[in-house]
């Protein structure tokens, strides 16, 4: 089974989302949820009897993490709001994904999170917006790109209202992406398999 852990700081609605998609099939598993601080979002955990941790946020909070997680497959970063740097990033450099609220490279770097992003993205009267699933690495949202999801924006009032249209695409882009890892995964080790087997 794939095994993922995700990590948040908030309600942990994608959370949800993520943990609903599943108990769909066998194609992967959230086996351990972590929080940077105490949150809504480990209910979501607790109720589903998944194991749980909270790391409060420290100069060591990226080697604590590494330390849980070096073993998984994949980490998803789920509303997480913490910087992750260090060693976790080489160890398990194409193992963690991050779903950016803006259509990178553009509006994205420090800084851009939130409202944040939607208003710079306003302000640059571009007609289409959307969201990027990417792997994380040194650079902040500098990762190589998995997928995008875009939306027409021509119509938005601000900030708030594109926010509110991106947000309705986020969490489907999140499933997809890990659908697609996982599934690329598990083709992997079939042909690997198959691989052995006419080799013996």
């Not at 943990?19 to 949150?39: G, P, T």
């Not at 080697?63 to 970063?77: A, Q, S």
């Not at 509110?164 to 499933?175: P, T």
Request: hydrophobic share 40%; charged share 25%; with cysteine.
């Amino acid at each position: 089974m794939f095994k993922i852990a995700v990590l948040i700081s908030g309600t942990g609605t994608t959370l949800s989302s993520i943990l609903e998609d599943a108990e769909k099939d066998d194609l992967y598993e959230v086996a351990l949820v972590i929080a940077d601080r105490s949150c809504k979002g480990l209910a979501h955990a607790k109720e589903r009897g998944i194991p749980y941790l909270v790391m409060e946020r420290s100069s060591s909070l990226s080697d604590d993490i590494l330390g849980r997680v070096r073993d998984f497959d994949l980490v998803v970063l789920a509303g997480f709001l913490s910087i992750l740097e260090g060693k976790i990033l080489k160890e398990m450099e194409n193992r963690i994904i991050n779903l950016h609220p803006s259509l990178l490279p553009k509006f994205g770097g420090r800084g851009m999170y939130g409202l944040n992003v939607h208003k710079a993205v306003y302000e640059s009267g571009m007609p289409i917006s959307g969201c990027t699933v990417h792997y994380v690495n040194e650079i902040i949202d500098g990762g190589a790109y998995i997928l995008k999801r875009i939306i027409g924006i021509k119509k938005a009032e601000g900030p708030q209202d594109i926010m509110h249209q991106v947000s309705l695409i986020e969490k489907g882009a999140l499933i997809d992406a890990i659908r697609l890892i996982a599934k690329e995964e598990k083709t992997n080790e079939s042909t690997d398999q198959c691989l052995r087997q006419n080799r013996a």
